[in-house]
C-alpha cells in the first residue's frame, strides 16, 4: 500500500493570506495520481483538486494549487487569499496503486483555522 | 436529494449489539465505496462496490462486518457484535465508477459509539 505522509498536523494562517500544506508519498508505480480532500466541522469530504503524475503543468482550481515534485514525491496543496471557510481539515490522498486504482490511501491530515 | 445520503447520522450501541448503516448514492453513479475515519485520523478503506462486479472486500477489518448493495443502489454496512474499537465515522462515497480513480462524493457520515 501507498504511503502518504502529512506532517503539519494543524495550521493557523490570517484571512487573505496563502497557505501550503505539505503533502509527501511513497509509491513505486510510474503513473499516479494525487488528490486533495477538504473536512470542514460537517464531515463530507469535498474534492479539492486532482493532478496525474504524467501532467506536465501543476493544476489549479480557482483559489487551490498544486506544487507537484515528481522527485521528491511531494505534493502540496496552495491555498491563496485564505477565506473563514476556508477553515476545514485537508486530506492528501493517492490510490493504493495502480491495479486497485479506486483504493485511495489518505494521510492523516491537516487542521488549517482562518484567523479574521 | 442531489448528494449522497447517510442514515443514521449518529449512532450509539452497546458492545455485542449489531448496527446497520445506510447509503444512498447519487443516481446514476456506479462506484460505491465505504471507508471509516477514527477520530483524529486519515480515511481506512473498507470496500467497494462497482455495478454487477464482485465488492472488492479487502479493506473489512474482520468478519464481524459484511456490506451489500442492492439493485446496485442503496448499500447497507453491517457490523455484527460491536467492539470499542469499532467506534469511528463510516464515510460511504460514490462515483461514476471505472477503475481509474476519479472524484468521489461522499456523504456526511455516520458516526458510530460503541459504549
Known amino acids: 500500500a501507498q504511503k502518504i505522509t502529512q506532517t503539519q498536523p494543524g495550521m493557523f494562517v490570517q484571512e487573505k493570506e496563502a497557505v501550503t500544506l505539505d503533502c509527501t508519498y511513497d509509491?513505486?508505480?510510474?503513473?499516479?495520481?494525487l488528490f486533495w480532500y477538504k473536512q470542514p466541522s460537517s464531515g463530507e469530504m469535498i474534492f479539492l483538486i486532482y493532478?496525474?503524475?504524467?501532467?506536465?503543468q501543476n493544476a489549479t482550481e480557482g483559489r487551490y494549487s498544486l506544487n507537484f515534485q515528481k522527485a521528491r514525491k511531494s505534493a502540496n496543496l496552495v491555498i491563496s487569499a485564505s477565506q473563514l471557510g476556508d477553515s476545514a481539515m485537508y486530506f492528501c490522498a493517492i490510490p493504493e496503486d495502480c491495479s486497485n486504482d479506486y483504493k485511495l490511501s489518505f494521510g492523516a491530515g491537516t487542521t488549517v483555522t482562518v484567523r479574521a | 436529494g442531489a448528494g449522497v445520503s447517510q442514515s443514521p447520522s449518529n449512532k450509539v450501541t452497546e458492545k455485542g449489539k449489531d448496527v446497520e448503516l445506510r447509503c444512498d448514492p447519487i443516481?446514476?453513479?456506479?462506484?460505491l465505496y465505504w471507508y471509516r475515519q477514527s477520530l483524529g485520523q486519515g480515511l481506512e478503506f473498507l470496500i467497494y462496490f462497482q455495478g454487477n462486479s464482485a465488492p472488492d472486500k479487502s479493506g473489512l477489518p474482520s468478519d464481524r462486518f459484511s456490506a451489500e448493495r442492492t439493485g446496485g443502489s442503496v448499500s447497507t454496512l453491517t457490523i455484527q457484535r460491536t467492539q470499542q474499537e469499532d467506534s469511528a465515522v463510516y464515510l460511504c462515497?460514490?462515483?461514476?465508477?471505472?477503475?481509474?480513480?476519479?472524484?468521489?462524493?461522499f456523504g456526511e457520515g455516520s458516526r458510530l459509539t460503541v459504549l
Open positions: 509509491t513505486s508505480d510510474q503513473s499516479y495520481g
Open positions: 462515497a460514490s462515483s461514476f465508477g471505472g477503475r481509474v480513480a476519479g472524484e468521489l462524493f
Open positions: 443516481s446514476g453513479h456506479t462506484a
Open positions: 493532478q496525474g503524475s504524467y501532467d506536465e
